[in-house]
């Protein structure tokens, strides 16, 4: 698997996401696992979220900012349930 780059964002995605690395404004990985041992590439944008997580091989916001957005209902409803125990 890829090594992830420094400076990444706190969260649960660290333990099943690879190959990640953070510019000013997106976070990326290059192999994110699903629940049946599949990489997938994701990317998300960084803004009004702190702690990121990986949902099904994809990259969620699990804490947003006061004010922030979840970008999607399934990602707000995920928040609360732990995403990398595969």
């Known amino acids: ?3 992830n780059g420094d400076n990444l964002p706190d969260g649960t995605f660290l333990g099943s996401c690879h ?3 953070v510019t000013e404004t ?3 990985c290059s192999a994110c696992l699903d629940g ?3 990489s997938h590439p994701s990317s998300i944008p960084l803004a009004n979220c702190y702690e990121f997580g990986n949902e099904q ?3 969620v916001c ?3 900012l006061e004010g922030g957005s ?3 209902a399934a990602a707000a409803a995920a928040a ?3 995403h990398d125990e595969l």
């Open 1 to 3: 698997m890829p090594t």
């Open 19 to 21: 190959g990640c690395t």
């Open 26 to 28: 997106t976070l990326s």
């Open 36 to 38: 049946a041992g599949a």
């Open 57 to 59: 091989g994809s990259l």
């Open 62 to 64: 699990t804490a947003g």
């Open 70 to 72: 979840f970008g999607t």
């Open 80 to 82: 609360t349930l732990p």
